[in-house]
């Protein structure tokens, strides 16, 4: 079913004209706002119906203020700061110990290059949806932009929705298995553990679903603080201890010294250098959640502060700590995450200090999914608002499922690195580059100035060229992307360098 749309007025009430200035790229009180490129899609939020479609995008973010006043559960709470938390636990998280291991794959200076190079990208992209955010405010999720980027059409809706639901699981999955491999490291191979690794995978998986149950991201933004401050510890301890203990973990005279190099090997294949470099997208590339963000914040207008604050801070701890790490333990020593790499004492206790990003960014995913779902199940209903024993039922519920399914998935792929690069090549090739290269040129449509056609300026050309690569980037992913991360697979159960599904042995570090 598609949704008819002329592009004409009630919905180019704005002047159009492509966002200009430092507020355009800030964000702050004089955002311009500019034109829809599509009306308002079907499920919409019962109080914008046909009689209020000619609402500006302010009057409909006021209505969602004023609807929400007065219920038990409101939100649209959060300010930039809480947003900032949200993005701080989202992005300073576990991902950061496998770029040890990227920059021994690519080199050192390639590896640095490319990490600076995707966080610009992830940036730029994600101004570009905020942008699409603010010209209309009552996208709840990435879903519902899908199906607006696509011109309405409602297989777009669930196309998207089937790779958001997919990715965040994914992203769940990947925490009961690290979840799963902490809990090994603390008490060892032999402990009398019925079917050990499947065992404490359960056991991550219930605690995960308990910490699961706030309903707000309000609330999940107070613990999102706290596990990136425990991260970025954890990171810090692992470096320091990578540069002071003798020797790398598993240590020989015959293998030598950490050898570090500044390009790639000779011996370096095209699966493992395009594997190494998805794992350093994956840990950038978190545009998928940030509609959800933006559609809690009281002032949408601010995001871009917490995006900038959040960027800045990537670059400087995934260098700093992926290049010294790397420093210290060279390539025959390294592993992913890199905590194997530190001897047993300096491993546990920086390891220790992941425990709560484990937890909370995989909480974190399961909420945007759970939310999707309850918002639809819940739109006209009071048990979306109020503390009723069906609304919180169903939440725990849906939740419920989703982790399930995780800890299938946790067992099902039963390593680190090449699940990384799966997920990168499958999802981020949507949700870090096509989507908003499309979004960037209906958004200049709709300002009447298309790129390459009729905006002949400078930036217009530049921006234009910028996104057609970012598109071509994300088709790169889909494809080549994916072939590398299946056979990266392949390749390590063929070598017996992975223990199988649903392994009952040790996978601790």
């Not at 603010?134 to 998207?160: N, S």
């Not at 580059?433 to 790129?451: C, H, P, T």
Request: charged content about 10%.
């Amino acid at each position: 079913m598609k949704t008819e749309y002329s592009g004409e007025s009630p919905y180019d009430v704005h002047e159009a004209t492509i966002p200009r200035g430092w507020s355009a790229w800030f964000g702050g009180p004089r955002v311009r706002i500019g034109p829809r490129i599509a009306p308002q899609i079907v499920p919409v939020n019962e109080y914008i119906g046909d009689s209020n479609s000619e609402l500006s995008s302010d009057a409909i973010l006021n209505k969602q203020l004023e609807e929400e006043a007065g219920h038990a559960i409101q939100y649209r709470t959060c300010s930039w700061q809480k947003t900032a938390a949200l993005l701080f636990s989202e992005y300073i998280c576990l991902a950061i110990m496998s770029f040890p291991w990227s920059y021994s794959v690519l080199g050192l200076v390639p590896g640095l290059i490319l990490t600076v190079v995707q966080a610009l990208i992830v940036l730029y992209t994600s101004i570009v949806l905020w942008e699409f955010c603010l010209r209309h405010p009552e996208v709840r999720d990435v879903c519902d932009i899908g199906q607006m980027l696509f011109w309405g059409q409602k297989w777009a809706w669930y196309f998207t929705a089937v790779m958001f639901l997919l990715n965040n699981t994914f992203i769940q999955g990947l925490h009961v298995l690290v979840g799963a491999k902490y809990l090994n490291t603390m008490v060892g191979p032999n402990a009398s553990i019925t079917c050990q690794t499947v065992t404490l995978g359960a056991i991550v998986t219930v605690v995960c679903w308990l910490s699961s149950l706030p309903r707000t991201f309000s609330m999940l933004s107070k613990l999102g603080t706290a596990s990136a401050a425990f991260t970025f510890i954890s990171v810090i301890l692992a470096t320091i201890f990578a540069g002071v203990q003798d020797h790398p973990a598993g240590f020989t005279e015959e293998t030598g010294n950490p050898i570090v190099t500044a390009v790639p090997i000779l011996s370096t294949t095209f699966v493992s250098g395009l594997g190494a470099f998805l794992n350093i997208s994956y840990t950038f590339i978190g545009q998928i959640t940030l509609p959800s963000f933006i559609a809690e914040m009281r002032e949408p207008r601010d995001f871009p502060k917490a995006l900038w604050a959040c960027t800045i801070l990537e670059i400087i701890v995934f260098s700093v700590v992926g290049a010294v790490t790397y420093a210290f333990v060279g390539n025959q020593y390294i592993t992913s995450p890199a905590f194997g790499s530190l001897i047993p004492l300096y491993k546990k206790i920086a390891f220790s200090f992941m425990i709560p990003t484990i937890i909370f960014l995989g909480v974190l995913y399961a909420s945007v999914s759970a939310r999707f779902i309850f918002f639809r199940i819940f739109q006209n209903s009071r048990h979306k608002s109020e503390h009723t024993l069906v609304g919180w039922g169903s939440w725990a519920l849906i939740l419920l499922v989703t982790w399930i399914l995780a800890f299938v998935i946790a067992n099902s792929i039963p390593f680190f690195n090449s699940l990384l690069a799966l997920m990168s090549s499958l999802f981020d090739s949507f949700f870090g580059f096509i989507f908003w290269g499309v979004a960037y040129f209906r958004m200049r449509k709709a300002d009447g100035a298309v790129a390459l056609l009729r905006d002949r300026s400078f930036r217009g050309w530049f921006e234009g060229i910028l996104n057609i690569i970012i598109i071509l980037t994300g088709i790169f992913f889909l494809t080549v992307g994916t072939y590398a991360s299946v056979q990266g697979i392949l390749d390590e159960f063929a070598l017996g360098t992975v223990g199988s599904a649903f392994q009952c042995t040790s996978n601790g570090i």
